[in-house]
């Protein structure tokens, strides 16, 4: 079964750190592109970072760079979203989603299919 | 970064009524954009990418139309588990942007 799992969200103080991992199974891990995204309480979506097969490219939303760091390690089937200098308006369900790419003959095409159940992060004192 | 405003923000529709959600951009986007639909306390779920292209396993009441800066969204007769809130997404540039989101929901 194709599956993304995520962990790691907690209740943090503003300033601090964490650390989510996303377990994926059922795929071939390294073959895909994968995105975070993050929906804070009662709010629309809004996505966040993502990093490509070989961790050669990654990119960010604004509101994140210098703060957050996406990175992958492929022995492990995981991918991983780094996050310092928690602020409150960090407080969201953080999915992980596979990107994958659609190629139409012409041009390409990306679609976020496969998506965890997501992680709560709470920053708050 | 791109802005994608979509309309209306919510509806009110019946059982096999006709339903169709726009997704306006900021800029021309190709027909880089994709659907989503989210149902309460869950992921959402890819719909429509390449703006018009149906993903796997996804029925064929919904369709998706547009190039440039305005798509749509069509439900060719709604189902109950339709109603749910419904999602454009850009993938044109970085960053990414979604649209605030248009809720379906019950008359």
């Known amino acids: 079964e194709v599956q993304l799992v995520e962990s790691g969200g907690a209740l943090v103080q503003p300033g601090g750190s964490l650390r989510l991992s996303c377990a994926a199974s059922?795929?071939?891990?390294?073959?895909?592109?994968m995105a975070w995204v993050r929906q804070a309480p009662g709010k629309g979506l809004e996505w966040v970072a993502n990093i490509n097969r070989d961790e050669t490219e990654r990119n960010y939303v604004d509101s994140v760079k210098g703060r957050f760091t996406v990175s992958r390690d492929i022995a492990k089937n995981s991918v991983y979203l780094q996050m310092n200098s928690l602020r409150v308006e960090d407080t969201a369900i953080y999915y992980c989603?596979?990107?994958?790419?659609?190629?139409?003959?012409?041009?390409?095409?990306?679609?976020?299919?496969?998506w965890g159940q997501g992680t709560m992060v709470t920053v708050s004192s | 970064a791109i802005q994608m405003t979509q309309s209306p923000s919510s509806l009110s529709a019946s059982v096999g009524d006709r339903v169709t959600i726009t997704c306006r951009a900021s800029q021309g986007i190709r027909n880089d954009l994709g659907w989503y639909q989210q149902k309460p306390g869950k992921a959402p779920k890819l719909l429509i990418y390449?703006?018009?292209s149906l993903q796997s396993g996804v029925p064929s009441r919904f369709s998706g139309s547009g190039s440039a800066t305005d798509f749509t969204l069509t439900i060719s007769g709604l189902q109950p588990e339709d109603f749910a809130t419904y999602y454009c997404l850009q993938d044109y540039r970085y960053p990414r942007t979604f649209g605030q989101g248009t809720k379906v929901e019950i008359k």
């Open positions: 059922g795929f071939t891990f390294n073959s895909y592109w």
């Open positions: 390449a703006a018009s």
């Open positions: 989603a596979r990107d994958e790419t659609h190629y139409d003959g012409s041009a390409y095409y990306d679609g976020l299919d496969i």
